[in-house]
Each structure stands twice: as structure tokens, then as C-alpha cells.
């Protein structure tokens, strides 16, 4: 039997660890998304690696979350993780405006094919609601009442009926 020291690394499985490390350390990768994260505030979409829109994915929209309600709170939480005061004022002033009603799901990623030089995944990650392909004009839809098909077309077929066969 096999006593495991405390510096032996290298065969202990990760169960629950879901942060992707990006090949970085912890400095390194939070700078990275936080720079990521203001280039896509700023621009509203970027090209980037798959794995590196995933993490962005994860890092950037509990801020954006928090830019729905403007406090003091709120907006020094967001600070300390973006650490750009322009970046930060955009988010919460015109951002926080157009995805007030989104209950979630604020960033789209969009897989491009591969990278040319060393064949890794590239993905377009953006803001959903600055896209006008996908919503152009942003017609809001109103709650309908879902029927079936059988008795909508029932309907539209047959003709109407005449009330008084002497008029004719």
C-alpha cells in the first residue's frame, strides 16, 4: 500500500475541480480574464480560443449579473475583479440598460473552426443582446397561449357561413 506524500502531484485525479487553469497561474489567468473581459465589454464580441470563451463565459457574467442594480456595493465588487474604472462605468451605464430584462444567458459563443498556425479551437465570444443578426430591432414578443396546429388550421379552412340564404 501506497502512502501518498504531501508534494506527490502528479497521480491525484481531480474530482471537483472545475476551473480551468488555462495552462497559467492564478495571477496570470485572473489578469488574462479580466483583460478578456473588458475587451468584450468594450467591443461587445472577440475571437478567442474555445477554452478561453468558456472561462471568459463564467467570468463575466456574475458581473454583469451585478450591473442590473446600480449600488455602491455592487460596483466595487465589480471593480476589484475588472480594474478598469471606463470599462466598469460602461457596464453599468449602458450594458446594464439593454440586458435589464435577460434573466440570464448574456454571452453567446459561436465555434469558428480551427486556428491556422497550431490548429486550436477558435470561438467568437459576444454579447447577446448587441448582435442584430440574431434580433434585428429587438422586437419584444408578446405571451401567447400555445394551441394545436389541428385547430388553428380547423379554423382558417373552413368559410364563413352566411346567416340569411333570402339576401342572396
Known amino acids: 500500500m501506497r502512502i501518498w506524500k504531501q508534494d506527490d502531484k502528479t497521480n491525484v485525479m481531480r474530482h471537483g475541480k472545475k476551473v480551468n487553469h488555462l ?32 472561462a471568459l463565459k463564467s467570468f463575466v457574467e456574475p458581473m454583469i449579473t451585478k450591473s442590473k442594480e446600480d449600488t455602491t456595493h455592487n460596483r466595487r465588487i465589480v471593480m476589484a475583479r475588472l480594474r478598469q474604472k471606463d470599462i466598469v462605468t460602461e457596464l453599468f451605464r449602458d450594458v446594464a440598460v ?13 465555434k469558428l473552426g480551427n486556428r491556422l498556425g497550431d490548429n486550436a479551437d477558435m470561438a467568437m465570444i459576444e454579447l447577446v443582446d448587441y448582435n442584430e443578426v440574431y434580433n434585428p430591432g429587438k422586437t419584444k414578443k408578446t405571451k401567447t397561449t400555445r394551441r394545436s396546429r389541428r385547430g388553428n388550421a380547423a379554423k382558417a379552412v373552413t368559410p364563413p357561413v352566411k346567416a340569411n340564404k333570402e339576401e342572396e
Not at 495571477?27 to 470563451?53: D, F, G, P, Q, Y
Not at 439593454?98 to 459561436?110: C, E, F, V
Open 23 to 54: 495552462g497559467r497561474q492564478t495571477a496570470h489567468r485572473k489578469s488574462m480574464l479580466a483583460n478578456m473581459a473588458c475587451s468584450l465589454i468594450e467591443h461587445k464580441r472577440i475571437n478567442t480560443t474555445v477554452a478561453k470563451a468558456k
Open 98 to 110: 439593454k440586458i435589464g430584462d435577460r434573466p440570464g444567458g448574456y454571452t453567446r459563443i459561436i
